[in-house]
């Protein structure tokens, strides 16, 4: 009996659903929200600051820290930016649209 071997992008398309469609859009989304949560958290840590001092150096409670640490989902960029920038971490974004996607005026 021959074992069939499936690739990432196979199961993510089975799990999840195909490249583009809304709930793989959402799923990418949500996994990219948790590593910025995580990156977050480890920068913090790096910087030796607690999610307490942290918290007020951008004017927002502990709890609001943990919550953008662990569930980092609803957040602004703006809201983002500013933990980064507390952080002493600079920030770039990067936006990439498919010339598909973008139609001339």
Same mark, same amino acid.
């Given at each position: 009996m021959?074992?069939?071997?499936?690739?990432?992008? @196979? &199961?993510?398309?089975? +799990?999840? !659903?195909?490249?583009?469609?809304?709930? %793989?859009?959402?799923?990418? #989304? @949500? &996994?990219?929200?948790? +590593?910025? !949560?995580?990156?977050?958290?480890?920068? %913090?840590?790096?910087?030796? #600051?607690?999610?307490?001092?942290?918290?007020?150096?951008?004017?927002?409670?502990?709890?609001?820290i943990?919550?953008?640490?662990?569930?980092?989902?609803?957040?602004?960029?703006?809201?983002?930016?500013?933990?980064?920038?507390?952080?002493?971490?600079?920030?770039?974004?990067?936006?990439?649209?498919?010339?598909?996607?973008?139609?001339?005026?």
């Amino acid at each position: 009996m021959t074992m069939r071997k499936f690739t990432l992008d @196979e &199961v993510q398309d089975s +799990l999840v !659903g195909p490249v583009g469609t809304p709930e %793989r859009d959402a799923f990418e #989304l @949500e &996994v990219r929200m948790e +590593l910025i !949560g995580a990156a977050i958290r480890r920068t %913090r840590k790096k910087r030796n #600051l607690t999610q307490e001092e942290l918290g007020r150096r951008i004017g927002v409670q502990k709890s609001q820290i943990s919550r953008l640490e662990n569930n980092p989902g609803n957040v602004s960029l703006e809201t983002i930016v500013r933990v980064f920038s507390a952080l002493d971490a600079p920030v770039t974004l990067h936006v990439s649209l498919a010339t598909t996607d973008v139609q001339a005026m």
